[in-house]
């Protein structure tokens, strides 16, 4: 009975250690079935007034711009074959998956190549179907020719970044609202080089881990030459305080998750030009964004893909429905198993101490 009582005492006590750190897998999008489970956004860029097209699932497959290629990676890339008339614009990809995670989340991406060259904004994000209500997460994000991958969040007024415990030293901008600053978010740049262009391809490219936890955001970068073995391989739980300090980090502290954020949707996107700016444009480029590439030379567009292994969602206990999901995946059933046999034990201990 005594025994039975500690025994319990300590299973009681690991549970919040367990919740705050451990996940397990619910969700992969790899190989061949890669792009089963998200939108297509099937219209021209209306979001950020890129000289894009966005093209359908269809017409991605059909162009190959989105696809799986021979070693079973999925590709997404603007289109590097067509002329562009004058007036017109290139296509190009966005998906969203179907699926929205909730607090208690944590998306890994592995990745080969991420799409670079002036004219090209890429991103993988997340962001809730009421904009800015729900947040915006940016775990990757670069334009044209700069050097090293950006972060942010994007939120309702009221959310800043304070004592953030992260490796990054370069913080340009501590205030999320959407209204400061030009929307620009807060934003913290990655200090390694291997995170972004040719550099990151050609360091084998690397691995993006976002924890969207009650605590706060947290977004670790690995090259691949860094890769912890906690992330290799094909693990079905992962335990984020084994990967050392994120290279950036959004405390809770002065940006209360469960306020200012709901369930996310998972986002892939290369838009043209784009934010509209000029500016942009001509810090890392020179020229005209729009006439010197976009109706240029397609070859002007030989980098821009992304060249993605998985992207494996993970989740906790507590998150277990999160993906609101159309099909309940076999691996959710899993997980959802899991969670029963934790409540089982829990609610055990409760008979025993009674
Ligand atoms: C963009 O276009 C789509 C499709 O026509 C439409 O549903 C959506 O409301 C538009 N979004 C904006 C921000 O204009
Ligand atoms: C952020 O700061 C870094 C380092 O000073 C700089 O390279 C980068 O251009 C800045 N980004 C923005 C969006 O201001
Ligand atoms: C990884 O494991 C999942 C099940 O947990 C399986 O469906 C998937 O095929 C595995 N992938 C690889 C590359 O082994
Ligand atoms: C287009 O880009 C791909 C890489 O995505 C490259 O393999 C190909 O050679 C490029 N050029 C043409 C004309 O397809």
């Excluded at 094909?234 to 335990?239: A, E, K, P, R």
Aim: hydrophobic share 40%; aromatic share 12%; proline share 5%.
């Amino acid at each position: 009975m005594v025994a039975a009582k500690s025994a319990c005492a300590l299973v009681l006590a690991l549970l919040p250690t367990i919740a705050s750190a451990q996940y397990n897998l619910v969700k992969q999008y790899q190989g061949s079935s890669f792009f089963d489970d998200w939108d297509f956004y099937n219209n021209f860029d209306n979001l950020t007034n890129g000289d894009a097209i966005f093209v359908s699932a269809q017409q991605a497959s059909q162009d190959q711009l989105a696809f799986v290629n021979g070693a079973g990676n999925a590709i997404m890339k603007v289109d590097n074959t067509s002329q562009v008339a004058f007036n017109q614009k290139r296509n190009t990809i966005r998906i969203s998956s179907k699926d929205r995670f909730a607090v208690g989340s944590v998306w890994v991406a592995d990745m080969l190549h991420v799409p670079f060259g002036c004219s090209v904004w890429p991103a993988f994000w997340s962001q809730a179907p009421d904009w800015p209500t729900g947040g915006e997460i940016d775990t990757f994000e670069a334009v044209n020719q700069v050097t090293r991958n950006q972060m942010s969040l994007h939120t309702e007024p009221g959310c800043t970044v304070s004592n953030p415990v992260q490796s990054s030293t370069l913080q340009n901008s501590t205030d999320c609202s959407f209204q400061a600053n030009n929307n620009e978010g807060c934003v913290v740049t990655n200090p390694s080089t291997n995170s972004y262009g040719a550099p990151f391809a050609s360091a084998g490219g690397g691995m993006w881990v976002t924890e969207f936890a009650e605590k706060g955001v947290s977004i670790w970068f690995f090259s691949r030459a860094d890769v912890p073995s906690s992330l290799q391989g094909n693990s079905s739980s992962l335990d984020t305080s084994t990967l050392g300090t994120p290279v950036g980090n959004f405390p809770s502290s002065s940006c209360s998750v469960d306020k200012f954020f709901e369930p996310q949707h998972l986002i892939f996107d290369i838009t043209l030009c784009g934010a509209g700016n000029p500016a942009t444009f001509t810090q890392t480029c020179t020229g005209v964004c729009y006439n010197d590439y976009v109706i240029g030379s397609p070859s002007n567009y030989d980098n821009a893909y992304f060249e993605v292994r998985s992207v494996n969602v993970f989740g906790t206990s507590q998150s277990v429905d999160i993906p609101v999901s159309s099909a309940a995946s076999s691996v959710g059933a899993r997980v959802g198993a899991v969670a029963m046999q934790l409540a089982l034990l829990f609610g055990a201990c409760l008979v025993t101490i009674l």
